[in-house]
């Protein structure tokens, strides 16, 4: 994987949240863009769901949920 798809514990751009998400690849004066990765429990198992997310200085967002890495093309698993 490459750092952009890989996850840490890292502070939400603009805000004092802190979420799982790779290094931002879009790095601008009003408006950061990386991914985060989310999870959901279903029958015991955890799955992951992947968003890419532009997060503007105004704390507006905007998201799209994805399936592969835009940087590397990888696939992002979901187990």
């Keep these: 994987m490459c750092r952009y798809c890989e996850f840490d ?3 939400e751009p603009f805000t004092e949240k802190e979420i799982f998400r790779g290094d931002l690849f879009l790095h601008e004066l009003d ?3 990386y991914i985060e990765r989310d999870y959901c429990e279903i029958e015991m198992q955890q799955y992951f769901g992947y968003i890419l997310v532009t997060q503007l200085s105004n704390r507006k967002k905007i998201e799209d949920e994805i399936r592969f890495c835009p940087k590397c093309g990888r696939e992002l698993p979901t187990k």
Aim: glycine share 0%; no cysteine.
């Design 9 to 11: 514990l890292i502070q």
């Design 31 to 33: 408006s950061d863009m």
